[in-house]
Every structure is written in structure tokens, then in C-alpha cells.
């Protein structure tokens, strides 16, 4: 099958992908080329996917910019109760 571009790629399967690289890469069975390929495809799924949260989160702070009624973005934190 063949992979699609990675500025085709939605966030979740950039995501989705570099896990299976970074598993493939971890087992140690590929040859030196196989591995530098994988590598140089998995350095450039992370540039893709960290350019695609900083958008998001530009959109975000925009958003929340034009209604001024929104307080800025809070740390979210769980609580011992909110995980059972």
C-alpha cells in the first residue's frame, strides 16, 4: 500500500504513523538504510504534527481574542475523584 504524503496526513495519522515508526524502529531489524528512511519520515511526521497543533492552537487564542466575555485557556488538572 502506498503512503500517502504527509501534508495529506490528518494530526491523528501523523500521529498513528510515527507510532508504528518509532515501534520499528525500536525492534532493530531493519538495515541502516530502511531505518535512516524511516527516521528522516518520522522527523518530518513530528514537524508536520507540532505545525498543526501550534494552528490549532493559534485558531484557539483567536477565538477566544474576538469574544472578550472568554477568560484565557487554564491548565486542565485532574482530581482523584474525576478518574473513577
Known amino acids: 500500500m502506498a503512503r500517502k504524503k504527509i501534508e495529506n496526513l490528518s494530526f491523528e495519522e501523523s500521529l498513528s504513523e510515527l507510532e508504528t515508526i ?10 541502516l538504510e530502511d531505518s535512516m528512511t ?15 497543533l501550534q494552528d490549532a492552537e493559534q485558531k484557539i487564542q483567536i477565538l477566544l ?3 472578550s466575555n472568554v477568560q484565557e ?12
Open 38 to 52: 524511516l527516521f528522516e519520515r518520522g522527523l518530518s511526521l513530528s514537524q508536520i504534527s507540532q505545525n498543526k
Open 73 to 84: 485557556l487554564s491548565t486542565f488538572e485532574l482530581t482523584q475523584g474525576d478518574t473513577e
Open 65 to 67: 481574542d474576538k469574544n
Open 22 to 31: 518509532v515501534q520499528n524502529l525500536e525492534h532493530g531489524e531493519l538495515s
